[in-house]
């Protein structure tokens, strides 16, 4: 089990990122993030991409290109491995490599190992509202993320977070779609947040889709922090 000792973003208590698609600007500088279980969510994810690398890690021939180009961003020295992997290996976010094909920006590579509830394999090759579509809430701002993902500059990175209640604190929680979650009525809750920042790369003009996953037992939260979330996560609410 790994968990944070705190959660440094509440995206609920503000409504401006509560609410999809919640997205704001972000500086190049903090456009990634490091926590207090680094060294433990680094050394899972080397373990995933050893014992199930089928499962945690896909790519397509065309992006190769933007995955070296992010990895030599991070200053990534070259291993022989591939170039996301080499990358993923080095941060604490999962990556995904997001390509314009048309009008719309496709997943093309992506070690995911700390998924919530989706499985990587199913959704490569699709374009950011296909992925999204069996998210009820998220149908109505597809076209919205879109028009951001397009317009996302250089200089200007965007982040976002989301924020679910697990009753299973592991990190690695691929599900196909159409399965659900399981939720324990009995089992103690815990509260997953992704933060989420998105990165044009300069040469390739890829976006990196890049996820920091925190879990935190829904103790860490106060009262009124736990009484704010529970109005819109009512599976939430204390007996």
Not at 74 to 98: F, K, M, N, R, Y
Request: hydrophobic letters at 40%; charged letters at 25%; a negative charge.
């Amino acid at each position: 089990m790994i968990l944070n000792s705190q959660l440094p973003i509440k995206a609920w208590l503000d409504p401006q990122t509560a609410r999809l698609p919640g997205v704001q600007p972000v500086a190049v500088e903090d456009w990634l993030a490091r926590s207090d279980t680094y060294a433990a969510q680094l050394a899972y994810r080397r373990e995933l991409i050893t014992t199930q690398r089928d499962k945690v890690f896909a790519h397509r021939d065309g992006a190769i290109a933007a995955c070296q180009e992010l990895r030599d961003i991070l200053g990534v020295v070259p291993s022989g491995e591939h170039p996301l992997i080499e990358a993923a290996l080095t941060v604490q976010e999962d990556l995904c490599i997001l390509q314009k094909q048309g009008d719309e920006h496709v997943l093309t590579a992506a070690v995911m190992c700390f998924p919530s509830s989706w499985d990587v394999r199913e959704k490569l090759g699709r374009s950011i509202s296909s992925i999204h579509s069996p998210v009820a809430e998220f149908s109505p701002v597809a076209h919205t993320v879109e028009r951001m993902l397009s317009a996302i500059r250089l200089e200007q990175p965007l982040g976002r977070a989301n924020f679910l209640i697990y009753t299973d604190p592991e990190l690695h929680q691929p599900r196909g779609e159409g399965v659900a979650k399981p939720i324990d009525p009995t089992a103690p809750r815990y509260i997953r947040v992704e933060r989420q920042t998105f990165r044009r790369l300069p040469e390739t003009l890829a976006v990196v889709f890049a996820i920091h996953t925190y879990v935190v037992p829904e103790t860490v939260l106060s009262i009124e922090e736990h009484e704010l979330l529970a109005t819109l996560k009512p599976e939430l609410l204390r007996d």
